[in-house]
């Protein structure tokens, strides 16, 4: 029905739960609200009435509610409230759900475009269509204008960020890295590192590994159902389930590295296997920023305990048993050092003093190839083929194929028994 309130006329209805509100619409003449009236009532015999009331509910007051009722896994609510907080809302905050227009989040998602990866771009132009879909559901909506929209993989702006291919270290190249971790963060964080490069575990669920489930005797290890990884959240950690229902698996694993967790296990008490410096659990961002990064930059670490560590290293040698050298910080036929290898770290301690009489490169010096899959590493490993002894120890003493025998590569770990001679032809 319609009625008049000061100079204009509105309309007033019943809502779902049969509570008598006002239309915010205004109206100039009567004719006009008894129509408006007519309307509403012939969208709720077809099941189509969207309380206009709602409908201007700001995306701000939606989102709340719908972050209050949303249940998900709390990495997952992390990231929601991160894209909400950060993207969507500074952009729609004042914005009503029915004042959404699809050109305007398409326009608003390329400008995202121009500074995040495709991927990011798209997590949260969908996120923004859950919380719009949300409301479709709730009758505030008549229909989700993000729906179905696409977000082009590519850009053509000049500043838009290059992609990147993602780097594959060598066996060789994850040996390399390794030692520099010990450098920095001791033989535990090393040979975490090293069962990371060989069993392909995730982070939560290596730093969450429990003793009980490390069957060194059997050589495997579990990755349980309940409490298989390590999760954390806002600053906050615990033990959970890892992050799938495969993921709870059985790995197998080889001889040497068998001897390197059975070094780690008898090394303390504690019932996760790594740990940091003072028993506690780990943490990503610390270990990424104070040991994996400069490991793999061959920078600095920023942590003022372990800085200088990791500074110019001296190289691992050339071949098992010579004796540590520095790659040539000398001039030779080459040129300077920087000019023959200008993304190379040279050592910059004083006892390593650049032999005189070294010897003219071998074939075996010579770096890698580089990688089809995209560029190295940036990091001052060497040749690639260089030998890292604290490794190459268990390796030689762990594997029943010693690196060097049998056809096997010099400094990459060969865990399989030699084959057979055939025997020789008969007549």
Known sequence: MGGKRGPWYRVRYRDADGTVRTSP???????????????????????????????????????DQWRRSHRVAPST?????????????????????????????????NELAERYASSTVSGIVTLLSVVLTAAVDERMLARNPVQGLRIPRTTTSANAPRRRARPVPSSTQAHQITERIRRTGGRNAQVMAITAAWTGLRWGELAGLDRVNCHTGEGYLLIGPDVGSLHEVAGKLWLGP??????????????????LLEEVIVGHDHDQLFIGRAGEWLRRSNFARRIWRPA??????????????????PPPQDRPGRVGRPRSTQTGADGPPDERHPGRLQPCHRRHAPPS????????????????????????WGSGRE?????????????????????????????????????????
């Open 357 to 380: 009489d070294r010897p003219a490169p071998t074939p075996l010096d010579q770096p890698e190839p580089p990688n089809p899959r995209g560029p190295p590493v940036t990091s001052g």
């Open 25 to 63: 619409d205004k109206y100039r003449t009567k004719t006009g609200a008894p129509q408006a009236a007519e309307d509403m009532d012939s969208a709720g015999r077809r099941g189509q009435f969207i309380d206009p009331n709602d409908s201007r509910t700001l995306l701000a007051e939606w989102a």
């Open 77 to 109: 609510q992390a990231k929601y409230d991160h894209y909400l907080d950060y993207h969507i809302l500074p952009a729609f905050s004042e914005t009503s759900l029915e004042e959404i227009r699809r050109l305007a989040v398409n326009r608003w998602a």
């Open 387 to 427: 030998q890292v002894l604290p490794v190459d120890h268990y390796l030689r003493s762990g594997s029943p194929r010693r690196p060097g025998e049998h056809g096997a590569p010099d400094s990459v770990p060969n865990c399989t028994k030699p084959k057979k001679p055939k025997p020789p032809p008969v007549g």
């Open 296 to 313: 793999c930059d061959g920078e600095p670490s920023p942590d003022p305990a372990r800085r200088g560590l990791t500074r110019a290293p």
């Open 242 to 259: 890892p992050k799938s229902e495969a993921a709870v698996r059985r790995i197998d694993l080889p001889p040497f590295l068998v001897q």
